[in-house]
């Protein structure tokens, strides 16, 4: 009975820890990858990309800064004696999460100031 609550508290931990890294890796793909297919698309489908980076770049600063605020609970440590392995991973979730912003907000800034379909054509 302990062996899947183990594995479920594993995997809580490991996702929790690399949200900031899955969630920069989603928003960049959804960004160029809309990008991508209204430019092959043709010109009436690229006035939907910035509102659409916009709205996936809010999204993505929204989810981080859910993860921030909910690390505290979603890492606790399994023995209140020993919270020496939830502090470290609060640490670096956080870390993660703040590099991981920086990440989405060059990934919007490059997107939106560039011209959306200028090096495709």
């Given at each position: ?74 890492l606790a440590p ?44």
């Amino acid at each position: 009975m302990s062996e899947p609550a183990r594995d479920t508290r594993f995997l809580r931990r490991t996702l929790t820890s690399l949200s900031g890294i899955l969630i920069w890796a989603a928003h960049f793909g959804l960004v160029y990858g809309v990008q991508h297919v209204a430019c092959r698309e043709g010109a009436g489908w690229t006035g939907f990309v910035k509102p659409v980076i916009y709205l996936a770049t809010v999204l993505a600063a929204a989810l981080m800064g859910l993860v921030a605020a909910k690390a505290r609970s979603w890492l606790a440590p399994d023995d209140p004696g020993a919270p020496d392995v939830s502090i470290f991973l609060r640490a670096v979730t956080h870390i993660l999460l703040v590099l991981s912003l920086f990440g989405v907000l060059a990934t919007t800034a490059s997107a939106v100031l560039l011209p959306t379909c200028g090096a495709l054509r």
